[in-house]
Every structure is written in structure tokens, then in C-alpha cells.
């Protein structure tokens, strides 16, 4: 099966840039997502990306898409203590079902 | 975005009790939802598929008997947890795809069991 694998943790200091990745290994997703998950909350989409583009950018977050390395990340510029939550990456498998990363918790301090 | 909601947001049961959670699409038809279950400082892992007039999917190792999954109107799919035991304790999120976005899922808010 489809095994998508994330980082555990990634601490980093308010106003300096995150970078949260994700690597697959099954590489037919037409789509690939990123969802943030605040404690206790659900799912917000952050942003995805079209799988025959390489970047994509959406105000602070910039998507990276390496198809041959299998390989997707998230960056976040000018990051804020807001942006303190978990971090799933996610691929679409068997058409429609969504198969999610092992979560980054990313924890950022002033 | 399109909106999904989930009912009720926490429950707490005794061990043998049975527990409905509803989930619901407000400003679009659903007629395929799914059931997520996320054990605490993990990830989320599909339960099942439910589908609008027809019996629902279950991924491998979830038992259809235990999680009772209905989807009787093209907005509302309930699962129910039965026979609940402290290992179910859990926090079970809903969504589905809309008709506008193809590409994209919305979940729901998630509803937190926690079986005594």
C-alpha cells in the first residue's frame, strides 16, 4: 500500500520561514494536499497542488512537487505562533480516498 | 468553502453503550462521505466509505458489525459505534468531496469519544 511519511517535530522561531516535509511512494495522486490541524480541531485545508506542477504559491505558503523524488513540501514564510499546529500532507488514492501523512507538529516560539 | 458539520462535538459513554455521530453537508449534496478515526498524536486512518442509498466500504480491519454506517439522504450520513468499549476512544472526523470542487475534501469539525 501507499506509505506517505512526514517528520515528527519542527521547532523554529517566530518570523523565520518552516519548511514541513513529505515523501510517498505511490505516485499516481493527481492532487496533493496540505491540511493544518489545530489541538482538538478538525481539518483545514491549507493549500494543494496539481500534480504535473512543480510550485505553487499561495501568499506565506509555497508547495514544492518533486515527482521523481517523490517528494512534496511546504514552506511557510515569516512564520507566527499561530502557525503552531499539525501538519498532514495528503495524497488521493483509488480515485477518491484520501491517505494522509504521519502529521508534523510544527511549534513555533517567540 | 462548502461546510460540514458533525454532531454531536463530544461524547462521553459507559463501556456496552451504543453512540451515534452525524454528519452533515449544509450547502451541498453529498452522496459520498467518509469516516476517519484518529487515535491521539496520530494520524488519521479511513474507516470507511459511505455512500447515499447503498451500503458503505469498509477499509481493511474495521469491522462493519461494530461501526454501523448510514447514509439515507444525500446530506446526512451517520456512523454508529456499538457495543462501545474503552479502545474505541477515539476522535472520529467525517467529509466529502462537493460538486463545485472535485479536487478538493472538506472535513468536518470531528466529534471526541470517550468510552468509560
Known amino acids: 500500500g501507499e506509505d506517505v511519511e512526514q517528520s515528527l517535530f519542527l521547532s523554529v522561531r517566530e518570523g523565520d520561514s518552516s519548511v514541513i516535509n513529505c515523501t510517498y511512494t505511490?505516485?499516481?495522486?493527481?492532487?496533493l494536499y496540505w491540511y493544518k490541524q489545530e489541538p482538538g480541531a478538525g481539518l483545514q485545508l491549507l493549500t494543494y497542488?496539481?500534480?504535473?506542477?512543480d510550485m505553487k504559491q499561495d501568499q506565506r505558503l509555497t508547495v514544492l512537487l518533486n515527482k521523481k523524488d517523490k517528494h512534496l513540501s511546504l514552506r511557510i514564510a515569516d512564520t507566527q505562533t499561530g502557525d503552531s499546529a499539525i501538519y498532514f500532507c495528503?495524497?488521493?488514492?483509488?480515485?477518491?480516498?484520501?491517505?494522509f501523512g504521519t502529521g508534523t507538529r510544527l511549534q513555533v516560539f517567540p | 468553502g462548502a461546510v460540514v458539520s458533525q454532531h454531536p462535538s463530544w461524547v462521553i459513554c459507559k463501556s456496552g453503550t451504543s453512540v451515534k455521530i452525524e454528519c452533515r453537508s449544509l450547502?451541498?449534496?453529498?452522496?459520498?462521505m467518509f469516516w476517519y478515526r484518529q487515535f491521539p498524536k496520530q494520524s488519521l486512518m479511513l474507516m470507511a466509505t459511505?455512500?447515499?442509498?447503498?451500503?458503505?466500504?469498509?477499509e481493511q480491519g474495521v469491522e462493519k458489525d461494530k461501526f454501523l454506517i448510514n447514509h439515507a439522504s444525500l446530506t446526512l450520513s451517520t456512523l454508529t459505534v456499538t457495543s462501545a468499549h474503552p479502545e474505541d476512544s477515539s476522535f472520529y472526523i467525517c467529509?466529502?468531496?462537493?460538486?463545485?470542487?472535485?479536487?478538493?475534501?472538506?472535513f468536518g469539525p470531528g466529534t471526541r469519544l470517550l468510552v468509560l
Open positions: 495528503a495524497l488521493v488514492y483509488n480515485t477518491d480516498k484520501l491517505i
Open positions: 505511490d505516485s499516481s495522486s493527481t492532487y
Open positions: 497542488i496539481f500534480s504535473n506542477m
Open positions: 450547502d451541498f449534496q453529498a452522496t459520498t
Open positions: 459511505s455512500n447515499e442509498g447503498s451500503k458503505a466500504t469498509y
Open positions: 467529509s466529502s468531496w462537493t460538486e463545485e470542487s472535485a479536487e478538493t475534501q472538506y
